[in-house]
């Protein structure tokens, strides 16, 4: 029967789409936190800000890039968080 063989390559593939989709989605994560981190970090030394690096702010990061760590750093100078 061609139908065992059949059905386990095409697992295979969906299995392997998935992990790509799933790396692929993580390394944007990765670049965008280490992005928004070290545009928190350069306000935190030129303006002196005191933001922490908490979990919070590094998943804000993480989903937000740039803009998240633009978010993080206009929250904090109203008083509102971080």
Same mark, same amino acid.
């Given at each position: *029967?061609?139908?065992?063989? +059949?059905?386990?390559?095409?697992? %295979? !593939?969906? %299995?392997?789409? #998935?992990?790509? $989709?799933? $790396? ?12 928004? +981190? #070290?545009? +928190?970090?350069?306000?935190? *030394?030129?303006?002196?800000? /005191?933001? %922490? ?5 590094? +998943? ?9 760590? !633009? ?7 109203? /008083?509102?968080?971080?």
């Amino acid at each position: *029967m061609v139908v065992p063989e +059949l059905s386990t390559i095409i697992i %295979a !593939l969906i %299995a392997l789409a #998935v992990i790509y $989709f799933f $790396f692929k989605t993580f390394k944007s994560l990765i670049v965008n936190a280490i992005v928004g +981190l #070290v545009i +928190l970090f350069g306000a935190n *030394m030129l303006f002196g800000l /005191g933001i %922490a690096y908490t979990w919070l702010v590094i +998943l804000i990061s993480a989903i937000g890039g740039a803009l998240g760590a !633009l978010l993080i750093i206009v929250l904090h100078v109203f /008083g509102i968080a971080f």
